[in-house]
């Protein structure tokens, strides 16, 4: 059974309950507080209904020398319900459908399926909200500075790097949050594997109303189905 362990979900974090107005990012970084930003951020993510973009993923395996790209439409409902649509590679797709996790792969694994149960306190493919759960920790386990004020795609956006200060998958995290909107445009998460993980989002579409059937998958006719 092939290692599945995928990087697909964003989210910001937890660090107090701030109320940032948009604009006041350039205050923020003239006086170095970065918790207040990513504060925003995280009442900015938690008060999504949804979110709709256009995502650009690159994967870096350091340790073998290879690397691989995908492209495609990101949907995520709430903390249970998210999905890669990959248009490159064709038919790749991970979703997860409120209950479940499921990795299909044609392109790499033609006829096979991984399924996997969502639980919050786990991690790698059976994770749904990866990115929520770093930052969730991010208060105590992680010290935050920010790097530098990056434009991406016309957005000016802070680029903020998360180093664990204890025991963690990562060695470091990345996130570009938007100045103006404090959604997040960009996420690097480095491995301690050194897999390198990086997916930008474009065309950004919050609130947009998705039907509960975008998140349903049945799998092909003929696959196989192995638990994850």
């Known amino acids: ?19 940032v107005a948009p604009g006041s990012a350039v205050a923020q970084e003239a006086s170095g507080d970065v918790r207040a930003t990513l504060a925003r951020a995280e009442q900015v993510y938690d008060g999504l209904t949804s979110l709709e973009a ?3 993923q690159t994967i870096e395996v350091t340790l ?5 790209t995908g492209s495609g439409t990101w949907y995520q409902k709430g903390r249970g319900r998210f999905k890669m649509d990959f ?25 096979q399926v991984i399924r996997s149960e969502i639980d919050a306190d786990v991690t790698g493919a059976g994770m749904v909200d990866l990115q929520g ?16 004020r990056e434009i991406l795609d016309g957005h000016v956006t802070l680029r ?8 963690s998958p990562y060695r470091r995290v990345r996130v570009w949050v938007d100045a103006e909107s404090f959604l997040v445009r960009k996420f690097e998460i480095l491995e301690t594997n050194e897999t390198l993980r990086i997916v930008v989002l474009r065309e950004l579409k919050p609130n947009q109303p998705i039907s509960d ?13 192995f638990e994850g």
């Open 133 to 148: 759960r770093i930052f969730d920790e991010a208060a105590s386990g992680y010290d935050a500075d920010l790097e530098d």
């Open 64 to 68: 073998l020398g290879r690397s691989r």
């Open 54 to 56: 256009q995502f650009e």
């Open 1 to 19: 059974m092939p290692n599945t362990r995928q990087c697909f979900a964003v989210a910001l974090l937890t660090a107090g309950g701030w109320l």
């Open 213 to 225: 059937e975008t998140f349903r998958f049945t799998p092909p006719a003929g696959a196989d189905v």
């Open 160 to 167: 903020i790097r998360l180093t664990p200060t204890g025991e």
């Open 87 to 111: 248009a490159d590679p064709p038919e790749d797709l991970i979703v997860a459908d409120g209950s479940h996790l499921w990795l299909y792969y044609p392109s790499t694994h033609p006829g």
